[in-house]
């Protein structure tokens, strides 16, 4: 695709707990390559845990792509590499 792209990424913390949180990140691109102002991908972060002081750490990953204007023939090709290249983001957590 490309090697350099300007975008905005807006991130919201949605919850705060003891044993909880939650992030929102959503990511506006503005160039780079072509149809990129079309999508903004959308992923949420929860992080749970059963006690404080435990060591065991439960990490949910969700994403989702928001189609501000779907392009007629291409939409389907920039979706899957959207969610592969999310889908990469979210392995390097292991």
Known sequence: MTNHTHETETISLLE????????????????GFMYSWNFAPHVRW??????????????????????????????RVLEKNAYNHLHELSNNLE
Do not use: C, F
């Open 16 to 31: 705060r707990t003891a044993t909880s949180i939650m992030v929102d990140t959503m990511i506006a691109q503005s160039g």
């Open 46 to 75: 929860e992080v749970t845990t059963a006690d404080p002081r435990s060591n065991k750490v439960v990490v949910r990953y969700q994403s989702r792509i928001y189609w501000i204007h779907k392009p007629w023939l291409t939409w």
